[in-house]
């Protein structure tokens, strides 16, 4: 009775301990501990359960979790691809490099494409820390949402920002040369004017410059590596887009002359429009006089 009462015991313990380690590559199980842990670790459960990811098993992309709270929650050894892709990312300093590679394991096209583009080139053959990754254009996985939704780092509306992050900082456009207040001139672009009233056809940065594979401006293979290339890539948009055309449109400091032409005419033209509604005002306000003093002087009579 005793060995028949041990072998079931047994057998329990050993189900619950199978049953435990499938549980723990669980998102549900990840996020019990993370959802309410602080710093960089937190990961918000709502917010997860709201982006693209949110449906993933957190092994599918941390494969391989450290530290002894985390053992026999390891996930399948990841694939060829990610592991040459996490050494090829290594620059960075990522700490989980493994997790960061992961976008290999499903966007293989994209990652090719981010190879052979400045940005990977950066990273990969100049070995420079200061390249993006995946993360810093598309933010952190766990709340990654899909582009149509205004919280995405990629939606249409947030591109420049995302874009101007690195590509204002100081030190980057000292380092790479970059033209400064990149993001400021093209705020003040028609381009960019006609974006911030919330025209869904105003191109941002992506559409003119290209996003995976994108390459330098002076490369001919870039949308705007050439005159020729500028044509198409406009012409998109603006049918017929001449040489003529496509040489306004550029991220440079306007010369002094148009800058302050530019000046002198918005000056001129907000004045005016005080000078309109000014003279209005008077005009109304001698008409009321008027009236009321000869309302007054008819009562008086």
Known sequence: M?????????????????????AATDSATCLSCHGSMEGAVNVN??????????????????????????????????DKAVREFAAAIAPKGLKDTLAA??????????????KGSIHGQNVIVKKSADGPVCTNCHGVPHYIEKRPSTASKVYLFNVVES???????????EKYRFSPLVMERYKESFHGRKLKLGHSGAPSCANCHGSHAIVSAKDPKSPVG????????????????????????????????????????????????????????????????????????????
Not at 101 to 114: F, I, N, Q, S
């Open 226 to 301: 050439s005159v020729e290339a500028k044509k198409k890539t406009c012409g998109a948009c603006h049918p017929g887009a001449t040489e003529k055309f496509v040489a306004a449109i550029t991220h440079k400091p306007l010369h002094p002359i148009a800058h302050f032409t530019e000046i002198g005419l918005i000056l001129l033209t907000v004045g005016t429009f005080i000078f309109i509604i000014t003279h209005v005002l008077l005009d109304i306000f001698a008409d009321i006089r008027d009236r009321l003093f000869r309302k007054g002087g008819d009562h008086h009579e």
């Open 101 to 114: 590679a992961a976008c290999a394991g499903c966007h293989p096209d994209k990652v090719e494409e981010y």
């Open 2 to 22: 005793r060995t028949w009462l041990n072998a079931l015991l047994s057998l329990l313990f050993t189900f619950l301990l199978i049953t435990t380690a499938g």
């Open 45 to 78: 459960k709502e917010k997860y359960e709201k982006s693209v990811h949110g449906s993933f098993d957190c092994v599918m992309c941390h494969a391989a979790p450290k530290g002894d709270q985390h053992q026999g929650m390891g996930g399948a050894a990841p």
């Open 163 to 173: 874009c101007g992050k690195c590509h204002e900082e100081k030190h980057i456009t």
